[in-house]
Structure formats: C-alpha cells, structure tokens
C-alpha cells in the first residue's frame, strides 16, 4: 500500500506540473500530458480504494 501512495504523490506531481504549464504558458502539449496523467491518477486512485477496503477488514 505504501508503494501506492508513493505512485500516486508522484503521479499529482507530474500532473501539476504539467497542468500550471498549461495554465500559465499555454503549452498545449502540457494539457495532454497533463490529462494523460488524470488518468492513470484515477485507476490508481480506484486501486487505492480496493486495497484500502481490504486492510480495514
């Protein structure tokens, strides 16, 4: 579990990375990777869920 907290800490950073480029410099090619990275911030989010169902029981 603690590996994916890790994963997803670093995958916000990436994400906000590239998100503050967009908003501030309009580089486009940021918002997709940006986006890209909402993604796999969103199943890792889900898989954080199950396993965190899991160690409760």
């Known amino acids: ?4 907290v890790e994963k997803i800490a670093a ?4 994400y906000a990375e ?7 410099k309009g ?3 940021a918002g997709a990777r940006a986006r890209k990275a ?3 911030l969103m199943k890792d989010f889900k898989e954080f869920r199950k396993v965190s169902v899991e160690a409760s029981k």
Request: charged share 35%; proline share 0%.
């Open 1 to 4: 579990m603690k590996k994916l």
């Open 11 to 14: 995958e916000f950073a990436v």
């Open 18 to 24: 590239n998100a503050e480029k967009q908003l501030v």
């Open 27 to 29: 580089n486009k090619a």
């Open 38 to 40: 909402a993604l796999e």
